[in-house]
Nanobody
Framework: QVQLVESGGGLVQTGGSLRLSCAAS????????MGWFRQAPGKEREFVAC????????YYVDSVKGRFAISRDRARNTLYLQMNSLKSEDTAAYYC?????????????????WGQGTQVTVSS
């Protein structure tokens, strides 16, 4: 089992920045990919970004390219999402997820472990 705990969410103004963190514990040696997903009120949960845990491959949804950066610190078993130039449409609950199935997957079904989520609210 892998446990994931997100932190770093909050309220920020349009154009501001936040950095989300996700601390992994437990059987972290089974992880091959980690990702961030988000769910806005009344919408489906969507992919945001992912990164290979041992292979440096990353993908982003088009709407965040150039603004968000995903990274991981394997020594600390921690995943990050640096979010810059935030927009109101970035407002959502952000979830960290870990996969032992596929490297740098953008598919939610490939992720077995999920955190509890952290809220990001961008105000204008």
């Amino acid at each position: 089992q892998v446990q994931l705990v997100e932190s770093g969410g909050g309220l920020v103004q349009t154009g501001g920045s936040l950095r989300l963190s996700c601390a992994a514990s437990g059987r972290t040696d089974s992880i091959i990919s980690m990702g961030w997903f988000r769910q806005a009120p009344g919408k489906e949960r969507e992919f945001v970004a992912c990164v290979g845990w041992t292979v440096s491959i990353s993908y982003y949804v088009d709407s965040v390219k150039g603004r968000f950066a995903i990274s991981r610190d394997r020594a600390r078993n921690t995943l990050y999402l640096q979010m810059n130039s935030l927009k109101s449409e970035d407002t959502a609950a952000y979830y960290c997820a870990a996969s032992k199935r596929r490297i740098a997957s953008r598919t939610q079904d490939d992720y077995v472990y999920w955190g509890q989520g952290t809220q990001v609210t961008v105000s204008s």
